[in-house]
């Protein structure tokens, strides 16, 4: 591939959000964390989060809108015209009812997408823990300088399995460039079509104008930021960042088989298998990101909706009269506020208050490798023979060196007292008949002659 300056650290944009335990941004930022604990009601702790949400940005000025409606039909009505605007209400039996079935639709289809994307992040993560495992353990390092250069390698491989997850973040969330901070230096040295493409206006887009964020936060749709505006302004081609690193991670396993380094057939198969298991996770996410809601749907749902809602205040007020301006604005607020969740959690992969808190998975994971990787892999000999493995307890104190000098019917023997005598039966028997002398009789005999 042709040369281009490399994407390193210190070119890496300042992309994560810095963990300060006295920043309020992280709590909300990427979506609920997993680790926090509040004694907050739900309601008051995301009372401030929600504002940022789509549902307090656009949805709030539709609604001081509608409010502003309220009131001017009412006062035309009582002060200018003098004619009776108030209808029958049975539309509200019809309409509510067909109303209930839209927003039960458009809620039950956009959760089962935010769902299905957090089923994904848990098979990944799942993978991800099986692959290093199989690498660190299973694959044998050979003598001398050989062994240096295989461990090494190992800990590369297992470093592909998280650039993967960073990697599949990024793209998820229409972020082509490589040089972010969390994945710079794990694919610096692969050569790749987003590498190749790497550009500095990528990471610094130019700024929104105000006509554009007011027209945002008024809910306008026109004024609306296109996610895919960065992968459509690349220059160069992109690639497949996520499945170039497949790619790699399947040719070091293909290298470790011809250097005999991970012989065994089983092992080699079920490499092979979660290797697979990655694409398949790639390929989901991509169906659940890619696959909205039909737009006629969404359409008729939204009409069927505000039609409901414009009607509202006419079979209201025959009955509640000025009142009917604080009502009908806290149902409309309700059926709209469930029009929106709708939307908001449809792509459950974005950096809203109610997305999937990817960058907290991928912290997951890269804790979790670093835990594998932090010792050898664990030698049998070592762990299995040592006096604190009490391979009898509770029934005996004593240690596997202990029990190595005793017969095998001695331990046969034990084995049987300890389901016979074992104080866990008082769980699993009915009545009163563990608590008998006879039984702790028992049982303190049977102890004391294997201990």
């Known amino acids: 591939m042709a040369d281009c300056s490399c994407p390193g650290p210190s ?22 964390d997993i680790d926090r604990f509040s004694r907050w009601p739900t309601f008051e702790e995301h009372l401030a989060d929600s504002r940022e949400s789509q549902f307090h940005g656009p949805d709030r000025s539709q609604l001081e809108r509608y409010f502003i409606l309220d009131e001017l039909t009412l006062i035309w009505d ?21 109303v209930g079935l839209s927003l039960s639709f458009r809620g039950s289809t956009a959760y089962e997408r935010w769902a299905d994307g957090r089923k994904y992040w848990a098979q990944l993560v799942q993978t991800s823990r099986n ?7 299973h694959i044998n390092e050979r003598e001398g300088d050989h062994g240096k250069v295989d ?34 230096g794990l694919i610096g040295h692969l050569d790749t079509f987003a ?28 004024a609306k930021s296109n996610p895919r505006k960065l992968v459509k302004r690349s ?16 040719a070091y396993i293909h290298s470790c088989v011809e250097n005999d380094t991970l012989s065994p057939a089983q092992y080699q198969g079920q490499a092979m298998t979660m290797i697979s298991t990655l694409t398949e996770i790639l390929t989901g996410t991509e169906r659940v990101l890619d696959t909205p809601l039909p737009a006629a749907y969404s359409i008729a749902i939204s009409q069927i909706a505000w039609i409901y809602v414009m009607l509202l205040p006419f ?27 709708g939307s908001e959690i449809e792509n459950p992969f974005g950096e809203d208050v109610n997305d999937l808190p990817l960058t907290t998975y991928c912290r997951q994971i890269a804790k979790e490798l670093d835990i594998i990787t932090a010792t050898p892999p664990p030698n049998v000999d070592d762990f299995m023979v040592r006096q604190e493995n009490l391979v009898l307890f509770p029934l005996s104190q004593d240690g596997f060196p202990v029990w190595r000098e005793r017969t095998k019917e001695d331990i046969q023997a034990a084995l049987y007292t300890k389901v016979v005598a074992s104080p866990s039966r008082k769980f699993t028997m009915e009545g009163d008949e563990f608590n008998t002398p006879s039984m702790t ?3 303190s005999t049977a102890t004391r002659g294997v201990c």
Do not use: C, M
């Open 11 to 32: 070119d890496a944009s300042q992309h994560e959000i810095k963990d300060d335990p006295n920043s309020s941004l992280a709590d909300w930022k990427e979506g609920d």
């Open 441 to 443: 009789t028992s049982w």
């Open 131 to 137: 692959l290093a495992r199989l690498v660190w353990v």
């Open 195 to 222: 590498y190749q493409a790497h550009s500095r206006e990528v990471l610094e887009p130019p700024a929104k104008t105000r006509w554009k964020a007011v027209g945002e936060y008024l809910g306008v749709s026109f």
């Open 78 to 98: 009582s002060v200018f015209s003098g004619a009776k605007v108030g209808i029958n209400n049975i539309l509200l039996t019809v309409l509510g009812f067909v």
């Open 235 to 250: 220059k160069k081609p992109l690639g497949h960042l996520p499945l170039e690193i497949i790619n790699h991670l399947s």
């Open 315 to 341: 079979q209201l007020y025959s009955f509640l009269h000025w009142v009917t301006i604080p009502a009908s604005t806290v149902a409309a607020y309700i059926i709209i506020g469930l029009l929106a969740i």
């Open 151 to 184: 461990l090494l390698r190992k800990l590369s491989a297992i470093n592909l399995i998280l650039a993967f997850a960073v990697a599949l973040k990024h793209k998820l969330r229409f972020e082509p460039d490589v040089a972010y901070e969390d994945l710079a």
